[in-house]
């Protein structure tokens, strides 16, 4: 069975910089996008930023501007580039597949901490 493993999160400073990325590990899985959710402490998991298998992106408005995110959907790559970080972007960063049909593959989480 496919799994979605992220790496890069940890502790920064406030205006600091972050890059998280996303693998798939065994199994097939044809996304059509791929993004990035988060989940602040005591707050519902929301949307951070998302790329479909035609590179077309979306952000939440709280991180244009600041969140890149690239990658190969094709290749179930995504990476998530976090500069000038808040503390308010402390949160669970979830990695995210959906297929064509549907259906959604979760990542474990990385935390991200943005405190000084």
């Known amino acids: 069975q496919m799994q979605l493993v992220e790496s890069g999160g940890g502790l920064v400073q406030p205006g600091g910089s972050l890059t998280l990325s996303c693998a798939t590990r065994g199994g097939t899985f044809r996304p059509y996008a791929m993004g990035w959710y988060r989940q602040p402490p005591g707050k519902e998991r929301e949307l951070v930023a998302t790329l479909t298998a035609g590179d077309s992106t979306n952000y939440a408005d709280s991180v244009k501007g600041r969140f890149t995110i690239s990658g190969d959907v094709s290749r179930n790559t995504v990476d998530l580039q976090m500069n000038n970080l808040k503390p308010e972007d402390t949160a669970v960063y979830y990695c995210?597949?959906?297929?064509?049909?549907?259906?959604?593959?979760w990542g474990q989480g990385t935390q991200v901490t943005v405190s000084s």
């Open positions: 995210n597949a959906e297929s064509y049909g549907g259906l959604h593959l």
